[in-house]
């Protein structure tokens, strides 16, 4: 099958890419020219700097490709940056996505756009698909704009994420990696006790969205995992694996931490429709994908 993937500069990206080549797909796979890269070498996939702000350039890159399924991961993700220029945000998360939209319907290709579980405000948690969004970021709504583009056709799909388990590189570190680090050094971290997230492993992630792109399922389809977690009890967690002192994890509230857009409380998933779709998809536990994806070992 051939897969187009956008966002493979991402640290979703770069496992989606890995889990297309390793199922056999022929892969192509779109990177940030605002980003350095480096490929994977041992992987068949085509790697292309695409500029999703440029219409012209899109059409160009699609057109060499003619993929069977996209699955669109692409996006601009930082909250702060989406808050600090929205006219980008939006370009990107909302406009290129309603291009690429345009372009697999034309050509009768399947697509599934990468979303979030930050589309809802965090009134009530265990979100199902049906429930109503209302974002409270500019990078929600902009995503939720990007939605709104792809479920009114038929055969393409919406894949809101929560919160995903991943190790971070060398181009793009991610803030769990700068947290195992301060534990293992025996310094104090400060995490929210009143924000839950249904936290998933981003190998699982990127397994589930493969195999979607195979099937006809469409619509809105929500994928968390199996535990809701505040972020503090995430850092125990951390902490126990690594064998660290508990009280290194210090409890804040969210109002303590003044930012320029509300954090929404509980933005918990409900994936039982995933769950029936794709019952023996992989669906670890916040520790399972920690050891996994970070090889987290006690410190001795």
Same mark, same amino acid.
């Given at each position: 099958?051939?897969?187009?993937?956008? =966002?493979?500069?991402?640290?979703?990206?770069?496992?989606?890419?890995?889990?297309?080549?390793?199922?056999?797909?022929?892969?192509?796979?779109?990177?940030?020219?605002?980003?350095?890269?480096?490929?994977?070498?041992?992987?068949?996939?085509? $790697?292309?700097?695409?500029?999703?702000t440029n219409p012209v350039q899109v059409a160009e890159a699609y057109s060499q490709v003619r993929?069977?399924? *996209?699955?669109?991961?692409?996006?601009?993700?930082?909250?702060?940056?989406?808050?600090?220029?929205?006219?980008?945000?939006?370009?990107?998360?909302?406009?290129?996505?309603?291009?690429?939209?345009?372009?697999?319907?034309?050509?009768?290709?399947?697509?599934?756009?990468?979303?979030?579980?930050?589309? $809802?405000?965090?009134?009530?948690?265990?979100?199902?698909?049906?429930?109503?969004?209302?974002?409270?970021?500019?990078? =929600?709504?902009?995503?939720?704009?990007?939605?709104?583009?792809?479920?009114?056709?038929?055969?393409?799909?919406?894949? /809101?994420?929560?919160?995903?388990?991943?190790?971070?590189?060398?181009?793009?570190?991610?803030?769990?990696?700068?947290?195992?680090?301060?534990?293992?050094?025996?310094?104090?971290?400060?995490? $929210?006790?009143?924000?839950?997230?249904?936290?998933?492993?981003?190998?699982?992630?990127?397994?589930?969205?493969?195999?979607?792109?195979?099937?006809?399922?469409?619509?809105?389809?929500?994928?968390?995992?199996?535990?809701?977690?505040?972020?503090?009890?995430?850092?125990?967690?951390?902490?126990?694996?690594?064998? *660290?002192?508990?009280?290194?994890?210090?409890?804040?509230?969210? =109002?303590?931490?003044?930012?320029?857009?509300?954090?929404?409380?509980?933005?918990?998933?409900?994936?039982?429709?995933?769950?029936?779709?794709?019952?023996?998809?992989?669906?670890?536990? $916040?520790?399972?994908?920690?050891?996994?994806?970070?090889?987290? /070992?006690?410190?001795?």
């Amino acid at each position: 099958m051939r897969i187009l993937i956008t =966002g493979a500069s991402g640290h979703l990206g770069r496992r989606l890419v890995q889990a297309a080549c390793q199922a056999g797909h022929r892969v192509w796979a779109w990177t940030s020219p605002r980003e350095v890269v480096t490929p994977h070498s041992e992987l068949p996939a085509t $790697f292309t700097s695409v500029e999703l702000t440029n219409p012209v350039q899109v059409a160009e890159a699609y057109s060499q490709v003619r993929p069977m399924a *996209v699955l669109h991961a692409a996006a601009m993700s930082s909250i702060a940056e989406c808050y600090r220029d929205p006219v980008r945000a939006f370009r990107v998360n909302a406009e290129a996505t309603r291009q690429l939209v345009g372009l697999c319907v034309a050509d009768i290709a399947r697509l599934i756009y990468v979303s979030t579980d930050l589309v $809802f405000d965090g009134g009530t948690g265990n979100y199902q698909e049906d429930d109503l969004p209302r974002p409270l970021s500019i990078y =929600g709504k902009s995503k939720l704009d990007g939605e709104r583009a792809v479920i009114q056709h038929p055969g393409l799909l919406v894949s /809101r994420l929560s919160w995903l388990v991943a190790g971070g590189t060398s181009e793009r570190p991610h803030f769990l990696d700068q947290q195992i680090a301060s534990l293992k050094q025996g310094k104090p971290i400060q995490l $929210f006790n009143d924000e839950w997230r249904t936290p998933l492993g981003i190998d699982a992630a990127a397994q589930a969205l493969v195999t979607l792109a195979t099937t006809d399922f469409s619509g809105i389809l929500h994928l968390g995992g199996p535990e809701k977690l505040s972020r503090y009890e995430m850092g125990c967690t951390l902490a126990r694996l690594l064998g *660290v002192k508990q009280e290194l994890v210090e409890p804040i509230k969210q =109002g303590d931490v003044k930012t320029p857009e509300p954090r929404p409380s509980d933005v918990s998933l409900n994936s039982a429709r995933w769950r029936q779709l794709m019952p023996d998809s992989p669906w670890p536990t $916040f520790a399972e994908a920690l050891e996994v994806g970070h090889a987290v /070992r006690a410190v001795h």
